[in-house]
């Protein structure tokens, strides 16, 4: 059996006499077995002015009778939880109730969004953070400024925003797709915390259905790769750097830059590198080409901060304090990005060259030239079914001999 009371949350020795003037928080107590847990309402009250039998303040507290109606409403919110839960199920503690009430006061759609850009910026997911708070807000801009329950966010509401999305901004298919998935982790987040039933889940067969468009994969082919390599740069400046952090990353199967720019020298022994892929925590190692080799040399230099060999990072003081260093990654590989358009244009090529085309690039050319598991295993992709589809994108001498086959005749 669990019981509600709305008490003052005393913390005073027993010995002393409590001030009747000192106020305390108003809390519910919940307790279950013999066991209480408290959760705040978020007003206190001295001793003289709460009425302990009644479980509400005198009159003689300010705005009493406000006072009084929120906590008959937060008792009355509370109650009904207990009610809901033990329904479902007879074996729930006292800490289980509490965090099931306390859930219930970020019920709307916008507190758990409020959450969830917390939760990213706590685990230093700055490029995240930074992609999906412009998406909640376009949503926000949409029920023009409320908020809205869970129960409301239903299929028909969810049309009409992807219309709102297509006719208010010129976004791709991708995009508008982008912003639907933020709406569902963030409801099913809500889900998680017993926020909303899942019979009012918008998302899934008959409903919404989400689906990344096919997108197109280019990456550079070898006499370009072979002409950037070429390239006469000036030591030391911008561009030359640019270059070689593109090639590093090609040389190490399309390492992503935010692992390249996180490389320290400690991770290379024996003639081999050894990372974890910040993606997914994959480790292993690889042997360093004497390409990559040739580039290390240009970043010796004596007491690196940080053991890093690239000097991207080095403002930041904290390497360890994972959302400082996205947010310099992401600074840096915008600018990186603009040199790299600056070398297309030197080699002549009207391919886009970014940092990102790195892991297209050595797709491209390994095509059909190495096993899928050894690809699985460069790319550290955790499922070999990844592997098959991202390569699919640059294995295309079936199709090019099926159509031969017709027309060539």
């Given at each position: 059996?669990?019981?509600?009371?709305?008490?003052?949350?005393?913390?005073?020795?027993?010995?002393?006499?409590?001030?009747?003037?000192?106020?305390?928080?108003?809390?519910i107590r919940i307790t279950k077995d013999r066991v209480s847990s408290y959760t705040y309402i978020g007003h206190s009250a001295t001793i003289k002015q709460w009425d302990e039998v009644n479980q509400r303040v005198k009159k003689s507290h300010p705005?009493?009778?406000?006072?009084?109606?929120?906590?008959?409403?937060?008792?009355?919110?509370?109650?009904?939880?207990?009610l809901d839960l033990e329904t479902l199920k007879n074996d729930?503690?006292?800490r289980a109730i509490k965090s099931s009430i306390t859930s219930a006061r970020h019920a709307t759609f916008f507190k758990q969004a409020d959450i969830y850009l917390d939760n990213l910026k706590k685990h230093g997911k700055f490029n995240r953070h930074s992609a999906d708070k412009p998406r909640i807000e376009r949503f926000r801009e949409f029920l023009d400024g409320g908020d809205i329950t869970f129960t409301e966010i239903n299929p028909s509401l969810l049309k009409r925003f992807k219309a709102y999305l297509k006719g208010t901004r010129s976004i791709s298919d991708r995009t508008v797709v982008n912003h639907l998935v933020v709406i569902r982790t963030i409801f099913n987040q809500?889900?998680?915390?017993?926020?909303?039933?899942r019979k009012y889940y918008p998302f899934g067969k008959g409903k919404i259905v989400i689906k990344f468009p096919d997108s197109i994969k280019m990456g550079l082919v070898e006499k370009e790769v072979k002409a950037i390599e070429d390239l006469e740069l000036p030591s030391g400046s911008l561009i030359n750097h640019a270059r070689n952090v593109w090639l590093f990353s090609f040389y190490f199967a399309g390492m992503r830059v935010s692992d390249v720019l996180r490389v320290k020298w400690s991770d290379f022994q024996d003639d081999r590198m050894y990372y974890s892929m910040g993606k997914n925590d994959k480790g292993g190692s690889l042997k360093v080409p004497e390409k990559a080799l040739k580039i290390l040399n240009q970043y010796k230099r004596d007491n690196p901060i940080h053991d890093?060999?690239?000097?991207?990072?080095?403002?930041v003081h904290d390497i360890n304090n994972l959302y400082a260093v996205q947010q310099r990654i992401n600074q840096k590989v915008k600018k990186i990005n603009e040199k790299l358009?600056?070398?297309?244009?030197?080699?002549?090529?009207?391919?886009?060259?970014?940092?990102?085309?790195?892991?297209?690039?050595?797709?491209?050319?390994?095509?059909?030239?190495?096993?899928?598991?050894?690809?699985?295993?460069?790319?550290?992709h955790s499922s070999i079914t990844t592997t098959i589809g991202y390569q699919a994108n640059f294995i295309h001498k079936d199709a090019d001999e099926a159509l031969n086959a017709v027309i060539e005749f």
């Open positions: 059996m669990s019981a509600l009371k709305i008490v003052l949350r005393k913390k005073a020795d027993e010995n002393k006499k409590i001030p009747e003037d000192k106020p305390f928080p108003i809390a705005n009493s009778a406000r006072l009084n109606n929120l906590i008959s409403t937060k008792y009355a919110e509370a109650n009904n939880k207990l729930v503690s006292s809500a889900l998680s915390s017993s926020i909303v039933d890093l060999i690239f000097p991207d990072l080095e403002s358009q600056e070398i297309a244009k030197e080699i002549k090529t009207d391919k886009k060259l970014t940092m990102h085309i790195a892991r297209h690039t050595f797709g491209n050319i390994s095509g059909e030239k190495i096993p899928i598991q050894m690809l699985q295993k460069l790319y550290r």
